[in-house]
């Protein structure tokens, strides 16, 4: 099975700021990882596919990277609306897991 | 629009049986592969089944192969798990998800998303 490792499990930032989330696999796969977020008492929202393709209607301070074990989440200026906790998926093999989430707080 | 409604959650007897239902509209079942994922109270999501969008594949994490089956009627348009021997670790949001994959190919990832129902299992 693929382990995901996300960090920081918690992160404050202010808006404007810029946050980056990494989540790391236990074994290496190609681009198959997905990002989601998660506000407080709402189902996930798909966010990006592939590592770094943006789901139509994600606004462009989203962005992803990575490839291999290591791969990025980046808000590039924190907006009010982006406050939730992020999760990555991979999307390479069953079982498919995800990571452990990374919740964006205001500092 | 596309949307996935579920059903069928509530609080249940450790070793009791519940059958969770998710309608789908917008779009047909039968063109998907479907998911259901789990969220403990507190804490992280969790992938527990996946069924092609012709029921010959099947996939399950291991702490519920053999007690859980996931099912789908195509005339309702519907997607269901069947929990068996619950456990009070089963105790969750039970989300019903969709794969974007075109033509039946399974992407592995999920574009939509239900409200969920929450499964208390509780003594």
């Known amino acids: 099975d693929i382990q995901m490792t996300q960090s920081p499990s918690s992160v404050s930032a202010s808006v404007g700021d810029r946050v980056t989330i990494t989540c790391r696999a236990s074994?290496?796969?190609?681009?198959?990882l997905v990002w989601y977020q998660q506000k407080a008492g709402q189902a996930p929202k798909f966010l990006i596919s592939a590592a770094s393709s943006l789901q139509s209607g994600v606004p462009a301070r989203f962005s992803g990277s990575g490839s291999g074990t290591e791969f990025t989440l980046t808000i590039s200026s924190l907006q009010p609306e982006d406050f939730a906790t992020y999760y990555c998926q991979q999307a390479n093999s069953y079982p498919l897991t995800f990571g452990g989430g990374t919740k964006v707080e205001i500092k | 629009e596309v949307q996935l409604v579920e059903s069928g959650g509530g609080l249940v007897q450790p070793g009791g049986s519940l059958r969770l239902s998710c309608a789908a509209s917008?779009?047909?079942?039968?063109?998907?592969?479907m998911s259901w994922v789990r969220q403990a109270p507190g804490k992280g999501l969790e992938w527990v089944a996946s069924?092609?969008?012709?029921?010959?594949?099947?996939y399950f994490v291991d702490s519920v192969r053999g007690r859980f089956t996931i099912s789908r009627d195509n005339a309702k348009n519907s997607l269901y798990l069947q929990m068996n021997s619950l456990r009070v670790e089963d105790t969750a949001v039970y989300y019903c998800?969709?794969?974007?994959?075109?033509?039946?190919?399974?992407?592995?990832?999920?574009?939509?998303w239900g409200q969920g129902t929450l499964v208390t299992v509780s003594s």
């Open positions: 069924m092609s969008q012709d029921g010959n594949e099947k």
């Open positions: 998800v969709r794969d974007p994959g075109p033509d039946g190919t399974g992407w592995y990832y999920f574009d939509c």
């Open positions: 074994q290496g796969f190609s681009r198959w």
């Open positions: 917008g779009f047909t079942l039968t063109s998907y592969w």
